[in-house]
């Protein structure tokens, strides 16, 4: 009993540590598209704010929307499953 109850606890570190794998790389992609996008505004140097200028903006802003949301549910569901193992860990 003791043996499938560790073998559980190591599943589901191992279902953790795939989660964070998936976070960090969707981080990192979430990172390089964000340096993408402030080059452009660095190569659009005008010193009047244009209209695309500001197009640019509401879709950098609606970006980082989606992407904190995301980051959040990633979070939640992370720690959702931090929160099974512990008590799973209680049950024990």
Known sequence: MLRSHLQNL???????????????????KQQQELEERIRDFEEDDDEEVGQGTKTKLKELDDAMRMWESQNEDMMRELGGKVCDSTGDSQTG
């Open 10 to 28: 190591l599943e589901q570190k191992s279902t953790q540590l795939q989660t964070l794998g998936t976070m960090g790389q969707e981080i990192l």
